[in-house]
């Protein structure tokens, strides 16, 4: 047990329960303090407490009989005083007993050489960050010695408690409350190593810590030395509840406690800091932390916790990064990186004015309806666009005048995570990024511009509407020169079925056209026998002669394929006429088939 002792009688009589009630009956006796060590030259007196039936307590001293037996270095008198003399490695046996119920408790009391540092019952008080050089106390030839102390600190900060500069084993144990039964850390790594203990305040803003003398019980050498220092940590600035910084406006801060796994301390998690930063979607941002006392690492995110910009520059250089997003607000994570305690540091973050602005958000995206040709940018991040459109009809989306690198996407989907087509205009900047595609039930079209390395890109974007689809299979009475069918393809194919005389010979031509386009002549309608085909490079007509094996009566299958999307063309079927010698209108010369008049 803990020493005891005090050159003026040793402690006041203790504290104790209310008194019992009447009819209340008494159960034991126990003789007090709970120490069990004298210093030589001073005295320690003891008390007898009553415990009763219904949990009341007396002080009996005055009601018991003291006697002491193989007094070892002590002389002891009858009211339960004892004076130590002679440091001695035996004990002495002191007994109460209780006159009117005969109830007795016994107490071993030993004589030590070494200044005693607090009890159970009185702990020795010191200072935070002020270093004590103490004692273990002696506890006897079968009983640990122990050290007692307190602390007054603040409440929920974080406090490191360093043992030091031991000349025997020992231990250190952190608890928060008086009773010293709600331990908080402990270390004990053996023989002489330093104790390391780190703890957060408890709401009393009282730590109770003990020193354990791991067995220092040899009659030579009894009690080990030390230095004890408790330190103040640093402020803890929780992710669970985020310090806001504003723009433009120095924050000095610093980083919280260290978690650890283990008693030797292998660090868990460093410490960590969280910021909010009440940003504009698409602005951009710079951060920077400088005056650093400890190497830190810098994390920016977003709300939805994606990576916005880093910094990790080793040791106590200033840390910089910049970002957008597309969300508000944004988060700052600053990381402890090797270091024991906290580091401090300032913490600024600025807006880049003058720097390119992404347009639209994902939550609010710029309604460019009516606004064509658009005249747009982007900056480090995406822009994003709206504009209604008619269900069902088709479209094309075109981004032109690029000067940088650019993506464009385009859909139905409003949350912008799902595209029905996209074009990239890769390292050529001229190039048109086109997206051509169909809606589908919707009223809303959905753009995204994204900068794919040319931040600050700029372009003209324009939504059109091609008002037509692809014709399919289409019955048609068979066209001539005179009377050509209008059509139209997209960048599908337009098909087209026309009745024809098996034997003659026809001409299927292709003009006016306002795109590259294929042309493919069949007589089946599931287009297994070409009979001619077309295709020249660009916009030119396109023509091929056929003759139809097939029965009288019955039809051709045309194929119009456009590789440029919403061309148009005139579809005519003439029949041509074989001549000898020189050829009209409409005729085929025998040796020249593919020159007409």
């Not at 009983?143 to 020992?170: H, I, K, M, Q």
């Not at 990239?424 to 809303?444: H, I, L, M, Y």
């Not at 020249?536 to 045309?558: A, K």
Request: proline residues 5%; hydrophobic residues 30%; charged residues 15%.
């Amino acid at each position: 047990m803990a020493a005891e002792g005090g050159g003026g009688g040793g402690p006041a009589p203790p504290s104790i329960d209310p008194p019992p009630g009447s009819g209340a009956t008494l159960t034991s006796i126990a003789i007090t303090p709970q120490g069990s060590v004298v210093k030589v030259g001073e005295t320690l007196q003891l008390y007898a407490i009553g415990n009763y039936s219904d949990g009341g307590q007396l002080d009996l001293t005055s009601e018991v009989t003291w006697l002491g037996s193989t007094l070892n270095g002590i002389t002891f008198s009858p009211t339960g005083l004892v004076t130590a003399h002679t440091a001695t490695f035996s004990s002495s046996r002191i007994t109460a007993t209780h006159v009117s119920s005969g109830l007795s408790d016994i107490k071993f009391v030993y004589v030590s050489s070494y200044g005693l540092e607090g009890s159970i019952d009185s702990p020795a008080v010191i200072t935070e960050d002020v270093a004590h050089n103490g004692e273990v106390n002696f506890g006897g030839p079968s009983v640990n010695g122990y050290s007692y102390y307190t602390v007054n600190v603040t409440p929920d900060n974080a406090y490191y408690f360093f043992l030091e500069n031991l000349s025997r084993d020992v231990s250190l144990k952190i608890y928060d409350d008086a009773a010293f039964s709600n331990v908080v850390c402990t270390s004990d790594k053996g023989g002489t190593a330093d104790e390391l203990c780190v703890a957060i305040a408890p709401v009393s803003g009282i730590f109770y810590i003990i020193v354990d003398g791991n067995g220092t019980r040899d009659t030579s050498d009894r009690g080990a030395s030390y230095t004890l220092t408790v330190r103040p940590g640093y402020m803890d600035e929780p992710a669970s509840d985020n310090i806001i910084v504003p723009l433009n406006t120095p924050y000095n801060g610093q980083i919280g406690r260290y978690v650890y796994d283990d008693e030797a301390f292998t660090p868990l998690m460093y410490g960590i800091s969280f910021y909010e930063i009440p940003v504009t979607p698409t602005g951009r941002y710079t951060v920077n932390i400088t005056s650093l006392t400890g190497d830190v690492e810098m994390v920016v995110l977003s709300s939805i916790s994606e990576v916005l910009c880093a910094s990790n520059n080793a040791g106590t250089a200033d840390e910089a990064c910049s970002f957008q997003t597309e969300r508000t607000p944004a988060y700052i994570r600053v990381d402890e990186v090797n270091t024991l305690v906290g580091a401090s540091y300032t913490l600024t973050v600025t807006e880049d004015h003058g720097a390119y602005i992404s347009e639209g958000t994902v939550v609010s995206p710029i309604d460019i309806t009516g606004s064509m040709p658009y005249h747009g940018h982007v900056g480090g991040i995406n822009s994003y666009y709206s504009v209604n459109v008619t269900p069902n009809q088709s479209y094309e989306v075109r981004g032109s005048g690029l000067d940088g690198e650019l993506g464009l996407y385009a859909g139905n989907i409003s949350n912008f995570n799902s595209w029905d087509c996209s074009d990239f205009s890769g390292s050529n900047p001229t190039k048109d990024v086109v997206c051509r595609f169909e809606p589908a039930t919707t009223s809303t079209l959905y753009i995204r511009m994204t900068p794919n390395g040319g931040i600050g890109t700029e372009y003209f974007l324009n939504v059109t509407s091609t008002a037509y689809t692809a014709e399919n299979t289409t019955l048609l009475e068979t066209p001539d020169k005179d009377t050509p069918y209008a059509g139209q393809v997209d960048d599908t194919s337009s098909q087209y079925e026309i009745p024809v005389n098996t034997g003659k010979l026809y001409r299927v031509g292709l003009s006016t056209v306002s795109g590259d386009i294929t042309l493919n002549v069949y007589d089946d309608i599931g287009h297994t026998a070409l009979l001619c085909t077309s295709n020249n490079t660009g916009i030119v007509d396109e023509y091929c002669l056929t003759e139809p094996s097939v029965p009288s009566g019955t039809n051709i299958y045309v194929e119009i394929i456009g590789s440029t999307y919403g061309s148009k063309f005139n579809l005519t079927v003439d029949r041509v006429y074989r001549q000898e010698g020189g050829c009209s209108k409409f005729c085929v010369n025998l040796t020249k088939a593919d020159i007409f008049s």
